[in-house]
């Protein structure tokens, strides 16, 4: 494999969580690359669910390091947490986790900025997770945030700590936000980065050992391609870079040592929070597409539990998806919500202005106006159970992927219909 590159081309949500857990089985090294808590990666394991945020998914993979790579911003309250439940449920992962010491902490008055910045905004509100991610990467891009290798020494990070929440607790005052108690703050913060304090090491230093050696190395992308803080629907985005150029700044591997992008594209669209949605269903579709959230593959946020917005697949993000982040092999998922509808629509151009066109905007207010056309397809009604190859899909579904292939001029390499690691059919050839 050498190093392969996971990411999802839409509005996040597409099934990142299972995809790492079947690429790990090749890999010697899973890195999260970008972004923090705010993501919600789930995985399904003989009926058993496991939702994560900071850890890579790679971690239900036994003797799979994983890695929290520099680019990323980490909550060490969320972090011990999650680690706690993880070992309490598969059993010690000491030497299999490792957070870079050139990563950022994301430290409780980030999450009260965030909170207080989107009630600000009103209606205008970016629709965040409210975890503080967007002001940790601001402090980082303002040379003022926490890194991991400063809480190597306990007593001297508690000094920068201290100092930092002063100087928080100021602005939130400026802001008409509460303080942060001081003494029950620094206590929180200071028991969980104890936990993690064992954790930290120079990743960097790490990976490109592994590169040396040949090693197996994924690189697992959190959001998805059109939340990126250049390339997606700015300002409707995440403070990161959510692209495969994002996972090697995030982690430190050179782009010669790629050998393939995975792309993973949801058979229908779907995005949380605010911002333009062109192919979003009116709402008894988006309703059926949805679920009722009784079943972990429903629509609904693994870190918010949001209902999200959902509408028909959008072959001209997606193809912008594809070739920002030069995606080598496709993997589509969900294809089995589809087989309750006997007609299926796929968007492959958007009409504005009386004009037809396939490239995507930068513009979102022009991309509000877009009017995406439509080509229509018969649906196969049966469920999709037991298939192994693509050849086992009914002939409708068939052609529901192999158009999906010829649009964006990349091989389908697997097709997912459900969250269990067996649900998938592959494509031999591809």
Not at 29 to 51: L, M, P, S, Y
Not at 115 to 140: H, M, R
Not at 212 to 222: K, M, P, Q, S
Request: hydrophobic content about 40%.
């Amino acid at each position: 494999m050498g190093v392969n590159i996971l990411i999802g081309l839409q509005w996040g949500d597409e099934g990142k969580g299972k995809f790492v857990d079947i690429l790990a089985e090749r890999s010697e090294v899973v890195v999260r690359c970008q972004g923090g808590a705010n993501a919600g990666h789930t995985v399904v394991i003989g009926g058993e669910v496991f939702a994560l945020h900071l850890i890579p998914s790679g971690i239900l993979r036994d003797g799979v390091v994983c890695v929290i790579g520099n680019g990323t911003v980490v909550d060490p309250i969320a972090l011990a947490g999650e680690l706690r439940e993880i070992q309490a449920r598969i059993g010690e992962v000491a030497g299999r986790l490792l957070i870079s010491d050139r990563a950022h902490l994301v430290l409780p008055w980030h999450r009260r900025l965030d909170t207080l910045a989107e009630k600000t905004l009103g209606a205008s509100s970016i629709g965040t997770t409210l975890k503080g991610i967007g002001p940790a990467y601001t402090d980082k891009a303002r040379r003022s945030g926490l890194r991991w290798h400063q809480a190597r020494d306990r007593d001297a990070f508690a000094a920068r700590f201290r100092a930092s929440l002063r100087e928080a607790n100021r602005l939130l005052g400026i802001l008409g936000g509460d303080p942060l108690p001081e003494q029950e703050t620094e206590a929180e913060v200071m028991e969980a980065v104890d936990l993690l304090r064992p954790h930290i090491a120079d990743t960097v230093s790490l990976l490109h050992a592994r590169v040396r050696e040949g090693g197996n190395i994924l690189l697992e992308g959190a959001q998805g391609t059109m939340l990126d803080v250049d390339f997606g629907t700015y300002p409707f985005v995440t403070s990161s870079n959510t692209t495969a150029a994002g996972c090697l700044a995030g982690s430190g591997i050179p782009p010669g040592s790629v050998q393939d992008v995975h792309g993973l594209l949801k058979a229908f669209t779907t995005r949380v929070g605010s911002g333009p949605f062109p192919t979003e269903a009116e709402a008894a579709t988006a309703a059926r597409l949805r679920g009722d959230g009784h079943n972990q593959w429903d629509e609904f946020g693994t870190t918010t539990g949001r209902p999200r917005r959902c509408g028909w697949l959008d072959l001209v993000v997606a193809r912008y998806g594809t070739r920002v982040n030069g995606v080598t092999r496709l993997h589509l998922t969900k294809l089995d919500v589809l087989s309750q509808f006997p007609e299926l629509k796929i968007c492959t151009a958007y009409r504005l202005d009386g004009a037809v066109g396939s490239d995507f905007p930068a513009d979102t207010g022009r991309l509000l106006n877009c009017e995406p056309v439509y080509e229509k397809f018969p649906g196969w009604g049966e469920p999709l159970a037991g298939c192994r190859t693509l050849d086992d899909f009914p002939p409708e579904a068939r052609n529901y992927v192999r158009r999906i292939a010829e649009f964006l001029e990349v091989e389908i390499a697997s097709v997912s219909y459900g969250p269990e690691r067996g649900q998938t059919a592959f494509d031999p050839s591809a």
